[in-house]
Antibody, heavy 123, light 110 residues
Framework: QVQLQQSGPGLVKPSQTLSLTCAIS??????????WNWIRQSPSRGLEWLGR?????????DYAVSVKSRITINPDTSKNQFSLQLNSVTPEDTAVYYCAREFNWGYWYFDLWGRGTLVIVSS | QSVLTQPPSASGTPGQRVTISCSGSSSNIGSNSVNWYQQLPGTAPKLLIYSNHQRPSGVPDRFSGSKSGTSASLAISGLQSEDEADYSC???????????FGTGTKVTVL
């Protein structure tokens, strides 16, 4: 059964870097039929897609315009996981962060989600 | 700041029909398939409808989706207490080159 296991700190200081990891079991981060996404949710912004990484003979990334200058999503094939780094965080980045698999079952959709990590940005 | 607009709330009594709208534009709903997600309190979103109107295995047939032009709708027929949750639409936006989510609708069963 495919699972996504999130890890990372729940508290980050303003101006520092938020780092989260999503470990994949029973699938591969290099799967040509999947893309690996980060999505966050806050009461003020609702669900917000942050970006994704995927492999199609080479690695690609797409990032949301709202965070494009601050975000990096990297795959780690040796550990079969992918990570999120969000730089220069402010209290507005406080949210529950989810990793999610986007899979091509004939149509693309987020079919598998991590349990979510609450990240609070505060000094 | 979402580009997809949903009503913040909807409600009904058990057995009633509830409809949730999702309004977008030509670069998102007008060009791509819409998916709907259900989120029970304290849990991650779960796929409810994909490709505008298709139901994944295990989703009751009282849930249905439709799309017309730049708007989409989710209907819940025969409302049940376990349907009390947040519902969000999602679609790829060709102009933003990324996914956009709706503002979310909280469904309350009275």
């Amino acid at each position: 059964q495919v699972q996504l296991q999130q890890s990372g700190p729940g508290l980050v200081k303003p101006s520092q870097t938020l780092s989260l990891t999503c470990a994949i079991s029973d699938d591969s981060v290099s799967n040509n039929s999947a893309a690996w996404n980060w999505i966050r949710q806050s009461p003020s912004r609702g669900l917000e897609w942050l970006g994704r990484t995927y492999y199609r003979s080479k690695w690609y990334n797409d990032y949301a315009v709202s965070v494009k200058s601050r975000i990096t999503i990297n795959p780690d094939t040796s550990k079969n996981q992918f990570s999120l780094q969000l730089n220069s965080v402010t209290p507005e980045d406080t949210a529950v962060y989810y990793c999610a698999r986007e899979f091509n079952w004939g149509y693309w959709y987020f079919d598998l989600w991590g349990r979510g990590t609450l990240v609070i940005v505060s000094s | 700041q979402s580009v997809l607009t949903q009503p913040p709330s909807a409600s009904g009594t058990p057995g009633q029909r509830v409809t949730i709208s999702c309004s977008g534009s030509s670069s998102n709903i007008g060009s791509n398939s819409v998916n709907w997600y259900q989120q029970l309190p304290g849990t991650a979103p779960k796929l409810l409808i994909y490709s505008n109107h298709q139901r994944p295995s295990g989703v009751p047939d009282r849930f249905s989706g439709s799309k017309s032009g730049t708007s989409a709708s989710l209907a819940i027929s025969g409302l049940q207490s376990e349907d009390e949750a947040d519902y969000s639409c999602a679609v790829w936006d060709d102009s933003l080159n990324g996914y956009v989510f709706g503002t979310g609708t909280k469904v309350t069963v009275l």
